[in-house]
């Protein structure tokens, strides 16, 4: 009897990306595609549901973020296996993907034959880096370690908030869940450019370059924990 192919949870908001990623692993047939979802909080039902042997995930999601997605079945200890097909060119973001555990990371430029190698050393138990993200990783590793503080230790920890409003705040948590400026608008009744301004603003206080870190600062302070109405 044949042996089962492992399953693959594909997460990815846009359809013609999500289908040409299918289309790839349907096509090479090492895997079985059994679910698809377009938001995080469906790829966290449908992983309860499916019980996927692979989570392939983008990171920018709508209502919550690949980010989010991960640290929450990371926290839950499920047997998924997580790959990360990401846009972003940003080694920061690709290193907090990584120690969060995830066990493969490539940018969404990979070639099919990479990422279906990639995919077979993860099934072996094995980690997976995109070719294209080592050589900048590795360097932006080498410059932490370089500004080691005086105890060995990486400074490198979320920064304390620098006088935050509520509003910020609750911009913090809605961008750290996945929602869209135009959602956060709608939710927050303010204007879109309200909303990106505070994101600027937010970004500037914190020493922040890119959204992926506000997740892990919004996990950090309990952002992810509250509703909006409890933030203060």
């Known amino acids: 009897m044949a042996k089962a192919k492992p399953k693959v949870l594909l997460a990815e908001d846009h359809d013609l990306v999500r289908a040409g990623f299918k289309s790839i692993l349907d096509s090479d047939g090492t ?5 698809e979802a377009q938001d995080g909080e469906t790829a966290l039902a449908l992983i309860d549901e499916k019980q996927p042997d692979i989570l392939i995930i983008d990171l920018s999601m709508p ?3 690949g980010m989010a997605v991960i640290t929450h079945l990371k926290k839950k200890k499920y047997d998924t296996k997580v790959i990360v ?3 972003a060119e940003a080694p920061n973001v690709w290193k907090e993907v990584l120690d969060l555990g995830v066990e493969g990371i490539a ?3 990979v070639s099919k ?3 279906i190698g990639g995919i077979k050393s993860v099934i072996a138990g094995d980690g997976f880096v995109h070719s294209d993200i080592q050589p900048g990783l590795a360097e932006y590793r080498a410059e932490l370690a370089a500004q080691q503080t005086d105890d ?3 400074d490198d920890k979320p920064k304390r908030p620098k006088k935050l409003s509520v509003r910020e705040k609750q911009v913090i948590k809605l961008v750290a869940e996945g929602y869209k400026t135009k959602d956060i608008a709608e939710m927050l009744e303010i204007s879109d450019r309200t909303v990106s301004k ?3 603003n937010i970004m500037t206080k914190l020493g922040m370059t890119a959204s992926a870190e506000l997740v892990n600062y919004a996990s950090h302070i309990g952002l992810l924990k509250v509703g909006l109405n409890e933030i203060h």
Do not use: C, I
């Open 198 to 200: 505070h994101r600027e």
């Open 31 to 35: 895997v079985k595609v059994v679910a």
């Open 152 to 154: 060995g230790e990486l």
């Open 107 to 109: 940018l969404k430029s």
């Open 113 to 115: 034959e990479e990422l």
């Open 63 to 65: 209502k919550l973020s």
């Open 85 to 87: 097909l990401t846009a």
